[in-house]
Structures are given as C-alpha cells and as structure tokens.
C-alpha cells in the first residue's frame, strides 16, 4: 500500500521541479540550440568525428591525428556560444537534481541535514571550496 503523504509530497515535488527556473532555462536553451543549423551540424560532426574514434579504438591505438580531429571539434563546440549555454543550463539542472537526491538520500540514511550555508558545519570546509556544498554535495551552497 501506498503512502498517500509520500506520493502527495511527491506530485508536489515533482510540480516544483517542472516549474523550475532550472528546467525552464534547459528547454529554452535545448530550442535555441535545435534551432540554430550551425549548432546542429557541430554537434553531428563531435558525433561521427566520437563514432569514429571509439570504432579506431577498438582496432588499434588510435593516432594522434584521430585525437587532434576530435579534439579540435570539441574546442569548436565549446566555442559555440549556443551550445554552451546549454551546457550550462544542463548542469544546473542537474546540480539542482543533485540537491534534491542528496536532501532524500540524507532524511533515508537517517542525517540530522547536516550541512546548511548559514552555519557552514557539516565537514572541514563546510560549505567552502572542499566541504559538503562543493561539487556534487549536498548542502546546495553552490560552490
């Protein structure tokens, strides 16, 4: 049988999550980057130039040249200002997803919340460069 709290808080959440600026921000970018032929065709190239270098992998070692293509089209992609504003929108919706695991995962485990940015206490660092609020902690801090 199914909690009926649990399912209610999770529609709730669910509806937060659909109207997050986060997401908003990702589909825009996911059409302007769809719209945009320049971005479409980069994209495609970083693929095939990806296909053709894990197929060469699995052969032999691929040559330095097969590295330099693909690393040249990246430098393009990462170049594109389009793209990259996908790129970015993606990771943070994805940090915010992380926010939202780790806050679940932590009531499951049974953690006291630990980490918040106003008391900076979880770890050594709290919620500076190293502490729970950096890369893909918990706390949300943003570092």
């Known amino acids: 049988m199914i909690n009926n709290e ?33 971005a479409q065709q980069l994209i495609a190239e970083l693929q095939k130039a990806q296909e053709q270098f894990m197929q060469t992998q699995g052969e032999s070692e691929p040559s330095e040249a097969d590295k330099k293509t693909v690393d040249d089209i990246e430098t393009k992609v990462e170049g594109n200002p389009i793209i990259v504003a996908y790129m970015t929108a993606q990771d943070n919706f994805t940090e915010m997803l992380d926010s939202v695991n780790a806050l679940l995962a932590n009531a499951i485990s049974g953690g006291t919340g630990g980490c918040s940015c106003e008391d900076n206490a979880c770890e050594s660092g709290g919620c500076e460069s190293g502490g729970c609020g950096s890369g893909s902690g918990g706390c949300g801090c943003g570092n």
Do not use: W
Not at 7 to 33: V, Y
């Open 6 to 38: 649990i399912t209610e808080k999770a529609g709730q959440l669910a509806d937060a999550i659909a109207r997050s600026s986060e997401l908003a921000e990702l589909r825009r970018t996911e059409d302007e980057m769809a719209a945009d032929e320049s």
